[in-house]
């Protein structure tokens, strides 16, 4: 399809070009298609989403960036999940690093305890299930 309108000012060195009717649709169509692939994918945090996730936020704490996260770097970041008792929980064959199968492992471990239906996707309900065993309050449903 040809451009509607196309005007160039060469002197003054400015360009001014409408695109064609079927190029503007085009932006619409593809919503469309995203719009529809939302609405077919299932509520909740699938398994893949929740181990990028989760890896990403645990691989955060190599400092050195090789990959691996040391049980100095582990214990450097603190926090109730940083102790050594905990990292040597997670450090499988305990050469002092965790890599991405021990974290990939571990995550698929935590992730099948939460799904409580074994369908693969945490749904609100099964988040909302787990902060209450573990004595914390329910987050909004729209937080994962």
């Keep these: ?9 060469r002197g003054a060195g400015l360009a001014l070009a409408l695109t064609s009717v079927q190029a503007c649709a ?5 919503a469309a298609t995203v719009t529809a692939a939302a609405q077919a994918a299932p509520a909740g945090l699938t398994q893949q989403a929740f181990l990028k996730r989760h890896a990403e936020r645990l691989l955060a704490r190599d400092t050195d960036g090789d990959g691996m996260v040391s049980q100095a770097e582990f214990l450097a970041a603190g926090g ?9 929980t ?8 965790l890599d991405t199968a021990e974290i990939d492992a571990m995550l698929t471990r935590r992730f099948t305890r939460m799904d409580g ?8 309900e099964e988040r909302t299930a787990v902060r209450a065993r573990k004595g914390k309050p329910a987050r909004d449903a729209t937080v994962s």
Excluded: H, W, Y
């Design 117 to 124: 239906n074994g369908d693969n996707v945490l749904s609100a």
């Design 80 to 88: 109730k999940q940083g102790t050594a008792r905990r990292f040597a």
């Design 90 to 97: 997670l450090d499988k064959n305990a050469d002092g690093l």
């Design 1 to 9: 399809m040809k451009t509607i309108v196309e005007m160039t000012l």
């Design 26 to 30: 085009q932006p619409v169509a593809q």
